[in-house]
């Protein structure tokens, strides 16, 4: 169960932000973690609200289309 949690909700997260810091090679690697963890929680957060707005949109179109 914990695993299946972590592969859900963490996994995506983790990966990016250790390719990332394989590529940058940052001094601070708990500092540079963080901050990148922080910044994929506000993508996330937006693209999740742009899905959202998409989808508002879409359906208004086709209520108009049907109309």
């Known amino acids: 169960m914990d695993a299946d949690y972590l592969k859900k909700n963490v996994n995506d997260a ?3 932000a250790l390719a990332s810091m394989a ?3 940052p001094d601070d690697k708990v500092e540079y973690m963080g901050r ?3 910044a994929y929680c506000q993508r ?12 508002d949109a879409e359906s ?3 209520a108009n289309e049907v109309a």
């Not at 996330?44 to 989808?55: D, H, I, L």
């Open 14 to 16: 983790l990966t990016e």
């Open 23 to 25: 590529v940058g090679m």
């Open 36 to 38: 990148y963890l922080k």
């Open 44 to 55: 996330q957060r937006v693209k999740a609200k742009n899905s959202e707005e998409a989808g």
């Open 60 to 62: 208004k179109w086709a």
